[in-house]
């Protein structure tokens, strides 16, 4: 079955900087790749996410990057204020197998 | 369209016992995904329903169950507790299997093994 790593676990940044999460999978069918993002007390959501067929993806502060041959893909969060707060988890699927498989999950601390 | 919702919010029980949680998906959706979720272990994969077939199951022992009923409404039941089931119990719902689209959350079980 598929097998997804996040890194790094946790990550600190200074408000405005950016930041960087990166994923491992390793069933070669999967071709879906959602990130969610989950405040303190919240359900997670869905903030972007990318099919095998593109390569890059890009919602205003936010872009996920997926190398297929290499079996990663990384979300970029630019300028990043505190509401970006939160914990992250990257996931991946193969479509034939009714299974959504999410990373740890990264906790992102923007200081002010 | 109202959104996931998941009953009971809170709940408390003994070791040895059982539970049944309720999640209700958004209207129209047929996929019903419960994910356990603990703090450093992420979202960990318990079961997809669709149609009200199973259609996968993830790595937990056999106390672990679930339903889905032809409205859509599922239920995952737990039998003879133990303290390491506590945990926050998810439930998320989307139109077609959870492997092709965004996947909605309900607000989650807590549940409290003691």
């Known amino acids: 079955g598929e097998n997804v790593e996040q890194h790094p676990s946790t990550l600190s940044v200074q408000e405005g900087d950016s930041a960087v999460i990166k994923c491992t999978y390793s069933?070669?069918?999967?071709?879906?790749f959602p990130w969610y993002k989950q405040e303190l007390g919240k359900r997670p959501q869905l903030i972007i996410d990318?099919?095998?067929?593109?390569g890059e993806k890009k919602d205003q502060r936010i872009a996920v990057t997926l190398n297929k041959t290499a079996k990663h893909f990384s979300l970029h969060i630019t300028e990043t204020q505190p509401e970006d707060s939160a914990v992250y988890f990257c996931a991946a699927a193969d479509p034939n197998d009714y299974k959504l498989s999410f990373g740890a999950g990264t906790t992102v601390t923007v200081r002010a | 369209k109202a959104g996931v919702t998941q009953t009971p919010r809170y709940l408390i029980k003994t070791r040895g016992q059982q539970v049944t949680l309720s999640c209700s998906p958004i209207s129209g959706h047929r996929s019903v995904s419960w994910y356990q979720q603990t703090p450093g272990q992420g979202l960990q994969f318990l079961f997809e329903?669709?149609?009200?077939?199973?259609?996968n199951k993830g790595n937990f022992p056999g106390r672990f169950s679930g339903r889905q009923f032809s409205n859509s409404r599922s239920e995952m039941n737990v039998s003879t507790l133990e303290l390491g089931d506590s945990a926050l119990y998810l439930c998320?719902?989307?139109?077609?299997?959870?492997?092709?689209?965004?996947?909605?959350f309900g607000p989650g079980t807590r549940l409290t093994v003691l």
């Open positions: 069933d070669s069918a999967s071709n879906y």
């Open positions: 990318i099919r095998s067929n593109v």
């Open positions: 998320a719902s989307s139109p077609f299997p959870s492997s092709y689209n965004e996947q909605f």
């Open positions: 329903y669709f149609s009200e077939t199973q259609r």
